[in-house]
Every structure is written in structure tokens, then in C-alpha cells.
């Protein structure tokens, strides 16, 4: 009698790489990296048909760490390079990683493009306020006041919201994790896989040489049930170590509100139920900042539209299927004229 041979389940190791991964010891990038490879085996994904875009950064050492193909590519440049991958063979599973100075300062722009064209690609940001790799200089994300070798004075520049600026190029998937939340920084990825487009993920990452500490007021392990507001689409956005806060929309002021229920003749009935396909209360969502409201963690928005990559494609098939073409008639079509 012959047996079959044991099938072997998918687990983290399979994406691992013989490579040293060399990170600080303590940064966040490690647990993020944990985080992508529970995702990729959670989704059924196969390392021969997935790769990872990088741009420059701490971030950007991403591709040596995951057995898969990688392209450690140009400053700022990764979405370029990750939209021409996934438009010449659109079956492979492309994802995007760089961080807030790579993506959002040199990178800014090809960031916007790439999300206002929806190309159908995971973008991971990681963002921890700095840039790491360089030593330490303020970033876009950088908050006011922030002393650093480029801005010894602090830094008077208004910072930036990754996520607000994604809904702004016209993002249809925008969502939130923290680096040390693996588990649910996992289901988030995962959502952020099974969307057709571009899907925009920024990561809350502790730099613990240069910017250490900087998220503790909502991290550490004894706030962060009263600190952190995990969305789920159809259900109540309440949140606290006595799930009593919540999310209340006032009318007057035009803006959401935290309240507490049984308190002020607050009840469950007045606390929002999370809708992720409303823009409108996205951009509300993402504005939210700490202390005075919980940081927003999840997918805060999805609102699936035909990817870039598809219609491009598409529009190639019905090209071919309109016959030989004449590149004669094509020169003489439209406004023509002689010169004599």
C-alpha cells in the first residue's frame, strides 16, 4: 500500500529570505515585514507570481526580505516602476513599498498618479515622521516643531496626512495599521490584496533611533484600547477598555465628536455606524488626529472602480479586434494639410 505524501501547509517561513534582515534592532519595519508575510500566506498568494517595488528609504530594503521577485529601485520612483511591471504582465500580485519622505516629498507626484490612475497595486507607506535612512531629517509628515539636523529651530511646515492625500488623488481603497498590531495589521493587507486597484495602506512605524516614541501617546500597551478606534464596515465605531466611546456625528458643528454612552443621555443609537464606501465620512475619518480622537486603524475606505491597468488593456483587445490597421490612413485622418 502506498501513502500519500504529507501536504504541507503555507506558513510565514515560506516567504522568508536567506538574507540578514538589517534593520535597527527595535524598529518597527521587523513586525510590519511579519505582518506581509502572515498576509501573502493568508491569501493564497504564490511567491513565483507576486513582487515587491521599493523606492529609497529604510522601507525600501523590503524586497531582500521576502521570497518573491523585488525590485529595489530610484528615489521616489517605485510607483512608476511598479505601474509599467503590472501593465506588461497585469496577473502579477505587485506591491508597492516606500515610506513618507520616499513616497510623499521626492515621490509625491508619482505617488498622486498612481492612485488617481487606480493601477491595481498594493501600496504599503510606512510612516514614522522622519527620514531614517538619511539621519534623521524632518519629513513631510514631520509635525510642527519637530527638531532635527535640517530644521535645528523645529520645523514650522504644516504636515501632511498620507491618508487625506490619498482620498485626494481619488484613492478607492484607503485604509490604516500600526506596525506592532500585526494581527490586525495583517487582515488589513489582506483587504488591501482582494481590492482591484490601487490600494493605499499607511503604516504607523516607530523609528526608534530618530523619531522614537513619536505615536506612544495612542501605541503603548496601557492606552491603546482607549487610544485606537479599529473600523469594521457595519458596525458601531465604538472603541475603549469599557467599549463605552464612540463616534457621534454633530450636526451643528458639521464634524464628528467623541462621546461617551450613558453619558449626557448618550446612547448606542447615536454612535455612526462605519460606512466604507462613503467618502465624505472618510475624509472626516482621516482628518481625526490624537489626543483628541483615537487613531483610526482599519480600512477606512473602499470603494471599488475599474483598474488602470484593465482598461488599458481592454482598450488594447478592442484594437486588435477592429482589424489590420493603416498606419497610412491614420496619418491622413483628422486635420491634415499640404504645404507648398
Not at 178 to 193: H, M, W, Y
Amino acid at each position: 500500500m502506498t501513502t500519500q505524501p504529507e501536504i504541507k501547509k503555507p506558513s510565514p517561513k515560506d516567504f522568508e529570505t536567506d538574507q540578514e534582515v538589517r534593520w535597527c534592532p527595535g524598529c518597527g519595519d521587523y513586525a510590519i515585514l511579519k505582518a506581509v508575510q502572515m498576509a501573502l500566506v493568508n491569501s493564497g498568494s504564490k511567491p513565483e507570481n507576486t513582487v515587491f517595488v521599493s523606492g529609497i528609504g529604510c522601507s525600501s530594503r523590503f524586497p531582500y526580505y521576502v521570497s518573491t521577485y523585488g525590485f529595489h529601485t530610484i528615489h521616489g520612483r517605485a510607483p512608476g516602476f511598479a505601474t509599467g511591471i503590472k501593465l506588461v504582465n497585469p496577473d502579477l500580485d505587485v506591491w508597492l513599498v516606500t515610506g513618507d519622505g520616499d513616497g510623499l516629498s521626492i515621490g509625491g507626484n508619482h505617488m498622486l498618479h498612481a492612485l488617481r490612475r487606480n493601477v491595481d497595486l498594493q501600496i504599503m507607506l510606512f510612516n514614522n515622521e522622519i527620514y531614517g535612512l538619511t539621519k534623521g531629517q524632518y519629513s513631510p509628515t514631520s509635525r510642527p516643531g519637530l527638531k532635527t539636523p535640517s530644521t535645528p529651530l523645529g520645523s514650522v511646515d504644516a504636515p501632511l496626512s498620507p491618508c487625506v492625500f490619498a482620498l485626494g488623488a481619488g484613492a478607492r481603497f484607503v485604509a490604516r495599521g500600526i506596525d506592532t498590531s500585526i494581527k490586525e495589521l495583517s487582515s488589513t493587507l489582506l483587504r488591501a490584496r482582494e481590492h482591484k486597484g490601487a490600494s493605499f495602506v499607511e503604516i504607523f512605524q516607530n523609528c526608534i533611533v530618530y523619531n522614537d516614541k513619536v505615536f506612544e501617546e495612542f501605541t503603548g500597551k496601557k492606552r491603546a484600547k482607549d487610544t485606537q478606534l479599529h473600523l469594521r464596515h457595519g458596525e458601531k465605531m465604538i472603541f475603549g477598555k469599557e467599549v463605552t466611546k464612540g463616534l457621534r456625528f454633530n450636526p451643528q458643528k458639521i464634524a464628528l465628536e467623541v462621546v461617551t454612552v450613558g453619558e449626557n443621555a448618550i446612547t448606542e443609537d447615536d454612535i455612526l455606524v462605519h460606512d466604507e464606501q462613503n467618502r465624505h465620512l472618510a475624509f472626516m475619518l482621516c482628518e481625526l488626529e490624537p489626543p483628541e480622537f483615537p487613531a483610526i486603524c482599519g480600512v477606512i475606505y473602499c470603494h471599488p472602480a475599474e483598474s488602470y491597468d484593465q482598461s488599458v488593456h481592454d482598450q488594447i483587445d478592442q484594437a486588435k479586434q477592429a482589424g489590420k490597421a493603416d498606419f497610412n490612413a491614420l496619418l491622413r485622418t483628422g486635420r491634415t494639410w499640404v504645404v507648398t
